[in-house]
């Protein structure tokens, strides 16, 4: 009678260095990969404070509202 080998464990797969847990938008939930965007856990279109780099906000010239 032939006796089954012992099950074994693979080893983590460390040859892309080590893993990064998944960190998530805290408001759409998507996975984040951007340094920055993981250290607030916010995503680039869910983050109140645009960083530089990114779409710079547009501003309108507009008249002054009449009676102020």
Request: charged share 30%; net charge positive; aromatic share 0%.
């Amino acid at each position: 009678m032939a006796t089954r080998p012992a099950r074994q464990i693979p080893l983590a797969d460390t040859s892309n260095g080590p893993r990064q847990p998944t960190i998530r938008c805290t408001d759409c939930r998507r996975k984040l990969s951007d340094p920055v965007s993981r250290l607030r856990r916010l995503g680039p279109e869910c983050d109140p404070e645009r960083r530089s780099g990114t779409t710079p906000r547009h501003q309108v010239d507009q008249d002054p509202l009449p009676g102020t």
